[in-house]
């Protein structure tokens, strides 16, 4: 009888669930909205695992007791406390199969790693990094942004571009071609009109003005260079804590970049690069070219005990295939 393998990647916004069978081939692929918990709660986490997974159920056509194992990357995973209540709201689905649950950027990792191990660097809205070694002990940041510290995700680009404007308007910093953009992008009437609006909430700035400040930066405007030179520095320093909490300094293994800011590229990964390497020169940043659902699958596999290394490229291939069929080809990077 033939064997299916459930992965989800749960995100803060949106969720995907893929149904593969033995051989690789994605039969069902589900998507829908956000399911972390830190935004939508665990019970909006059940209900989102319920309807993608049900979609996928039904485009796979079969019953979800012919899985044997799942594999769940949930973005907001990142303490050991929250672990329960994540299983279980994912025990609302009653398959009563092996199963892992851990970070989505860990699943990210399985994805892209050439191995299945090294560091992920994700850059999104929010930004994030974890790692493992080959016996899976384990590496982590907090995840939790600005708050931590941690500041290299899109909505904290868009943020520092909004401070690097007020610096020119109190004749702190340079002048910028970032004032008259965010202008522009926020409907203001000026510069004060503008600031005004932001810190009063009339006018909002969000990780959707990020593609605005790389292109700002591709026009060359000084400001806007060094903004995304430091935000790629950020991100580099986020993987040297665990490259150093996994002692891999002195190790080859690969650096996994996730998430939509790496479509910025060699201005963003470059400086990111140089920083890891004065602590790791054997580091290979890679960009992920999976769905990370992908890597969901595959921890479901090995929860089954499956030798996944043959099956990695079919899952990319079949995934990448629907996904293409639901929402046309990808868009280019930005590089």
């Not at 916004?13 to 593969?20: G, P």
Request: with cysteine.
């Amino acid at each position: 009888m033939t064997c299916y393998f459930l992965g989800a990647d749960v995100g803060s916004t949106k969720t995907h669930v893929a149904i593969a069978d033995e051989t690789g081939r994605v039969l069902g692929l589900g998507e829908g909205g956000a399911g972390n918990p830190d935004t939508v709660g665990y019970e909006g986490l059940r209900r989102t695992l319920e309807i993608v997974t049900q979609s996928a159920v039904r485009q796979a056509g079969i019953p979800l007791d012919r899985i044997a194992g799942a594999g769940f990357g949930v973005s907001g995973l990142d303490y050991p406390a929250q672990k329960t209540p994540t299983l279980q709201a994912i025990d609302a689905l009653d398959l009563r199969v092996p199963l892992e649950a851990v970070n989505d950027a860990l699943i990210g990792l399985v994805a892209g790693a050439a191995d299945g191990w090294g560091v992920a660097v994700v850059s999104g809205t929010g930004c994030n990094c974890w790692g493992w070694d080959r016996q899976r002990r384990q590496g982590q940041v907090t995840g939790c942004g600005w708050q931590m510290g941690e500041y290299a995700g899109s909505s904290e680009l868009a943020m520092r571009a909004v401070q690097l404007v007020a610096y020119e308007w109190t004749r702190r910093g340079p002048a910028t071609q970032l004032t008259p953009a965010l202008i522009r992008y926020l409907g203001a009437t000026d510069v004060v009109d503008m600031l005004h609006g932001l810190a009063t909430d009339r006018l909002r700035i969000d990780a959707a003005a990020a593609p605005l400040i790389f292109e700002v930066a591709a026009q060359g405007d000084a400001v806007a260079i060094d903004l995304i030179r430091w935000a790629g520095r950020e991100l580099g320093e986020l993987a040297k804590a665990v490259i150093r909490q996994l002692d891999f300094a002195a190790l080859e293994f690969d650096v996994v970049l996730v998430g939509s800011m790496f479509n910025g590229g060699s201005p963003l990964i470059e400086p990111m690069r140089a920083t890891i390497h004065t602590i790791a020169p054997g580091a290979r940043p890679v960009r992920l070219d999976a769905p990370p659902v992908v890597g969901a699958v595959l921890l479901g596999m090995e929860q089954a005990h499956v030798d996944t290394a043959p099956l990695r490229e079919p899952l990319v291939r079949s995934t990448k295939r629907l996904l293409n069929e639901a929402h046309g080809p990808p868009l280019r990077n930005l590089s």
